[in-house]
T-cell receptor
Framework: SQKIEQNSEALNIQEGKTATLTCNYTNYSPAYLQWYRQDPGRGPVFLLLIRENEKEKRKERLKVTFDTTLKQSLFHITASQPADSATYLCALGNYGQNFVFGPGTRLSVLP | DGGITQSPKYLFRKEGQNVTLSCEQNLNHDAMYWYRQDPGQGLRLIYYSQIVNDFQKGDIAEGYSVSREKKESFPLTVTSAQKNPTAFYLC????????????FGPGTRLTVL
């Protein structure tokens, strides 16, 4: 069955450093991959989408890579700030199929 | 949270009672979805609707029911047949079904006592 893993359940980093979150998947061939941010007790908010034929996507301090050979996506937040502390979810999609969400990684940026 | 509202924020019910969660969107999206989120697990799809008067079961539809009588509204009923209903429920919408970015509501936390 389809499986998505996101590195550790929680990640602590120091303010100003680059946070790197991973999303690994098996038994799935996604056409695209999305990253969402979720704050406690709130709904996820869309951040970035990357398609299978794209290697890298950037948006301000965010960068996403997508390696379909390794079946992995990396999500980077550069110059991290305490306000970046949240849970980050990856979601795989393919046209006409349900999205599959990972369990999320809780990021804490320490001042 | 975009233009999606869910009510109430917190809901308490006694075991054996049906309960209906509200979801309204003003984004003019055709597709709407209901997810369930449990600690340590990814979002799991309960039901989705691609268009008014149409809906499809997701991965965990047992014990739930939905309706889509209006484009703006997609209420979810958690029936007494749902064995473990206590969870965080999220409604989402997108321009088209299963192909576009989803916009989520703020969620409803249901606790069954």
């Amino acid at each position: 069955s389809q499986k998505i893993e996101q590195n550790s359940e929680a990640l602590n980093i120091q303010e100003g450093k680059t946070a790197t979150l991973t999303c690994n998947y098996t038994n799935y061939s996604p056409a695209y991959l999305q990253w969402y941010r979720q704050d406690p007790g709130r709904g996820p908010v869309f951040l970035l989408l990357i398609r299978e034929n794209e290697k890298e996507k950037r948006k301000e301090r965010l960068k996403v890579t997508f390696d379909t050979t390794l079946k992995q996506s990396l999500f980077h937040i550069t110059a991290s700030q305490p306000a970046d502390s949240a849970t980050y979810l990856c979601a795989l999609g393919n046209y006409g199929q349900n999205f599959v969400f990972g369990p999320g990684t809780r990021l804490s940026v320490l001042p | 949270d975009g233009g999606i509202t869910q009510s109430p924020k917190y809901l308490f019910r006694k075991e054996g009672q049906n309960v209906t969660l509200s979801c309204e969107q003003n984004l003019n999206h055709d597709a709407m979805y209901w997810y369930r989120q449990d600690p340590g697990q990814g979002l799991r799809l309960i039901y989705y609707s691609q268009i008014v008067n149409d809906f499809q079961k997701g991965d965990i539809a047992e014990g739930y029911s939905v309706s889509r009588e209006k484009k703006e509204s997609f209420p979810l009923t958690v029936t007494s047949a749902q064995k473990n209903p206590t969870a965080f429920y999220l409604c989402a919408s997108s321009t088209r079904a299963l192909t576009d970015t989803q916009y989520f509501g703020p969620g409803t936390r249901l606790t069954v006592l």
